[in-house]
């Protein structure tokens, strides 16, 4: 298991009663509940009472947690448990198994958890990342993208500056602390 700095915080934080980092906890692993729940076929209020099952029992156990980098696995088995439950009250067929592919092609739930916790630390390192290489890496990214010209004008740098300044700010991005464990050797689109 990796060792999540961010998540042990933010239990720790919540453990001692800080709202934000209860917030924090939610908002990160509330995808995560709800992808559960849509995989064991679940919908509308019967999702909404498994999450706030999760969400009551974590506040319950919240202290009892030995491990608080081990969360993710906690509320995944708790989420499995829990959807399992309302299939049981509602009688429904038994769900597929965790390591199954789904039956409408998609990818291993792992491959899409693993997506949201790489734009979650992305979305983290841009927001560290100078104003100037924030600007010029949103004119860039943009759908559709700026044209180099209109960059050039409202960045105040020369048209044949904007690709070394975009390289520097993309080599920043990529050494950042919270982003680097995450790449596994991929890259940051360029």
Not at 14 to 30: C, F, I, P, T
Not at 92 to 101: F, I, N, Y
Not at 165 to 172: A, I, P, S, T, V
Request: aromatic share 6%; glycine share 6%.
């Amino acid at each position: 298991m990796r060792d999540d700095s961010a998540v042990v915080a933010l239990v720790l934080a919540a453990r001692g009663g800080d709202q934000v980092a209860w917030e924090q906890l939610v908002a990160r692993y509330a995808p995560l509940v709800w992808g559960i729940c849509r995989r064991h076929g679940l919908q509308g209020m019967d999702v909404d009472d498994v999450g706030a099952s999760v969400w009551l029992r974590l506040v319950e156990r919240l202290d009892t947690i030995r491990e608080p980098a081990a969360l993710p696995g906690w509320i995944v088995t708790t989420t499995r448990n829990e959807c399992l439950r309302a299939i049981r009250v509602r009688q429904r067929a038994v769900p597929v198994e965790p390591d199954e592919q789904l039956p409408d092609g998609k990818p291993p739930f792992d491959d899409w958890l693993l997506a949201q916790e790489r734009g979650i630390a992305l979305r983290a390192a841009f927001a560290v990342l100078p104003e100037r290489c924030r600007r010029l890496l949103s004119l860039l990214f943009a759908d559709p993208p700026t044209p180099y010209t209109e960059v050039s004008e409202r960045m105040g740098i020369a048209v044949g500056a904007i690709g070394p300044n975009r390289q520097r700010c993309l080599d920043r991005l990529r050494r950042d602390p919270s982003l680097a464990p995450l790449l596994d050797g991929t890259e940051v689109a360029r």
